[in-house]
């Protein structure tokens, strides 16, 4: 089994610094912090590599095989330990014996001889329950060579790696190239060597990030390496670039579209981190950062997986908007409420008692009030009329879901692919009457004991035809009349909307129990006894809370705790090293309760996820909000 015992190391030696993140990939930069040398991922220089600067490759790598066991030399180029003024000495290890995969449990009994570099293997993993309490620079997996033809152990061997060590460089020998580092990087991979390009040039091949290519007739082996190491850092620089833009997962897939085995690589581990919960992804992201939809491996991804979970089991519509709900097509414009197709469809129907939800791919269903929310407000996909088999599943279960939970009276389909919901009616006990378009009229047509689905699409036509459109209206006007809906409080139609809202956020909306609104919509203040705790902030998709209001929210027990040590006075952000204590459960964006001394000092957003916050180099906690003098 995959090691279980996760235990906290101590921040390393080498100057590290987390420069951004994309759940398990990272871009750091290596020697001081004012002035870096180099970034990850970054190349690692052999014996007969191409001449490169430092801040390409921070690293050379050496292999002595002429002694038993194996040793391995990693050589600093330039000054990364503190005080950051000489090159320290080299790094060495006995690598020991590597059994294959399939033998794992059996012992291996590695030695160490260099506490700072750690080799590991499929086997450590499983048989050595102390090697958590190791606190390396650089991690070794010195399978991997055997372990990417297992694409499944090579997943779980990185994800344990990453989430065991997650201060330390990961270094897996032998298997980068121009075709593979966004996916390795992507995995928790750091340094990338030239193994495999030497090899390839000395069968007279190139890797572009296409992958192997015969080389010109003409060009010698060191030729041929030299245009797979540019081909290397031209990628390094990428994938630096896609990690500071939040673009890593469209990068990835465009990469590994041409490999099977990256493919299955990629699945698998979409797989393990939906399941575990451990890389959610973030709940609040910069402003101006997309989701960028790729193709349909998209489905799959943690994010999209975590938003499936919340509609099917956590979301519900506002207590004034459970009798009907119309949906609604997706529109390239984010937030929908801001395109000229949704402007269409809300003059014609638009009724406080009637709650709108948009259809859309990947994420299945995206309610009206989270539609500034990550990543519903963000994300960018190809659209080519036609819903894929996945993406009709995928629609089909999430609303199945939803009419199952909610039982609405009646559902106005308005975006709907054809044949659709056929299939969700097989997949709910609740009964669904359909209702063609043909069929709209006035009373008589609902049955209280079903859900009635009104169709006001004509076939092969657009939501926005006149003709749907006044079908659309029809349908609303009826619905209206049918189910007597009254128009509800505007102000306490907002406050349910922005509890939907604190329930994503915040995984539960108890601190808005006692609240009320005030202000001007969407602007809304959220008040506790006239006193303003919140702003809900529509443009940025999160609330910003007042200073005044830390004491209040503090005893809602809502919000996660971060504790710091005693001796740590609150002036600026909270760094690994002023953290005592910290939640196992946290993800990035995720605001938080600052506590010292049982006292609430602050409030801040989550920077890192539970795994990897407070040990990691770096900011751990933005810091928003400082406890005033004085406090509700």
């Not at 590599?49 to 180029?77: K, N, W, Y």
């Not at 009030?369 to 009709?392: F, I, K, T």
């Not at 009104?454 to 009349?481: C, F, M, Q, W, Y």
């Not at 002036?571 to 605001?591: C, H, K, S, W, Y």
Request: hydrophobic content about 40%; some cysteine; glycine content about 6%.
């Amino acid at each position: 089994m995959i090691l279980e015992s996760m235990a906290c190391g101590g921040i390393v030696p080498l100057g590290l610094d987390v420069i951004s993140r994309h759940h398990h990939a990272r871009s750091l930069a290596l020697g001081d912090r004012r002035s870096p040398i180099a970034f990850t991922p970054c190349l690692m220089l052999s014996d007969g590599d191409p001449s490169l600067e430092p801040t390409d490759a921070p690293f050379s790598v050496a292999m002595d095989r002429s002694t038993m066991p194996r040793t391995m030399e990693i050589s600093m180029r330039a000054p990364l330990d503190p005080p950051f003024e000489e090159i320290s000495s080299p790094l060495r290890a006995f690598l020991g014996r590597t059994l294959p995969p399939s033998m794992s449990p059996a012992a291996l009994g590695d030695n160490v001889a260099d506490g700072r570099i750690l080799p590991v293997s499929w086997t450590r993993l499983h048989t050595e329950s102390n090697l958590a309490d190791h606190s390396p620079d650089i991690i070794v997996l010195v399978d991997a060579p055997q372990l990417v033809l297992h694409p499944a152990r090579f997943v779980k061997a990185m994800i344990t790696i990453r989430e065991t060590w997650p201060s330390a460089l990961i270094h897996a020998p032998g298997v980068s190239g121009a075709d593979t580092m966004a996916l390795l990087t992507f995995l928790g991979v750091d340094l990338h060597d030239t193994a495999r390009c030497r090899v390839s040039a000395v069968s007279g091949s190139v890797i572009d990030t296409f992958g192997p290519r015969e080389g010109q007739s003409d060009e010698l082996s060191g030729e041929l390496l030299s245009t797979s190491v540019q081909a290397m850092l031209a990628e390094a620089r990428t994938i630096r670039a896609a990690l500071a833009r939040g673009e890593m997962r469209a990068l990835v897939e465009s990469r590994a579209s041409s490999s099977p085995r990256a493919m299955e690589m990629l699945r698998f581990r979409d797989g393990v981190l939906s399941s575990s919960h451990t890389c959610p992804g973030p709940l609040i992201v910069r402003s101006g950062r997309r989701f960028e939809v790729a193709g349909g491996e998209v489905l799959h991804s943690p994010s999209v997986r975590d938003w499936h979970v919340f509609i099917d089991t956590c979301w519900h519509p506002p207590s004034q908007q459970t009798r009907a709900m119309v949906l609604l097509p997706c529109s390239a414009t984010k937030p929908y409420t801001r395109s000229p197709s949704h402007a269409a469809f809300r003059r014609r129907l638009h009724h406080p008692s009637i709650h709108e939800m948009v259809v859309t791919s990947p994420l299945g269903l995206v309610p009206r009030e989270l539609e500034m929310l990550w990543p519903a407000a963000h994300y960018e996909v190809p659209v080519s009329g036609r819903w894929s088999h996945d993406e009709r599943d995928m629609l089909c279960e999430r609303l199945a879901q939803v009419i199952e939970r909610v039982q609405p009276e009646v559902i106005i389909d308005h975006a709907l692919p054809d044949g659709l919901i056929e299939q969700v009616k097989t997949r709910t006990e609740h009964a669904i009457h359909i209702l063609e378009y043909t069929d709209i009229s006035g009373s008589g047509n609902f049955v209280s004991s079903e859900t009635t689905v009104i169709r006001t699409l004509r076939p092969d036509t657009h939501p926005t035809a006149e003709t749907n459109l006044d079908l659309l209206e029809k349908a609303g006007l009826s619905v209206i009349e049918e189910l007597n809906l009254n128009r509800p409080s505007g102000r306490e139609l907002a406050l349910e909307q922005l509890r939907s809202v604190a329930r994503r956020l915040h995984g539960s909306d108890a601190w808005m129990d006692q609240c009320s609104l005030s202000g001007r919509p969407p602007q809304w203040r959220v008040c506790f006894q006239g006193h303003e705790v919140a702003e809900w902030l529509p443009n940025r998709g999160r609330f910003a809370f007042r200073a005044s209001g830390l004491s209040f929210l503090g005893k809602t027990k809502v919000f996660p705790i971060i504790e710091l040590r005693g001796d740590v006075i609150l002036r600026g952000d909270v760094f690994a090293g002023m953290i005592l204590d910290t939640p196992n459960n946290l993800r990035e964006g995720q605001d938080v309760i600052i506590v010292s001394d049982e006292q609430v000092v602050g409030m801040g957003r989550v920077v890192a996820p539970g795994w990897e916050c407070a040990r990691t180099p770096g900011v751990q906690v933005k810091v928003t909000r400082r406890m005033p003098s004085t406090s509700l």
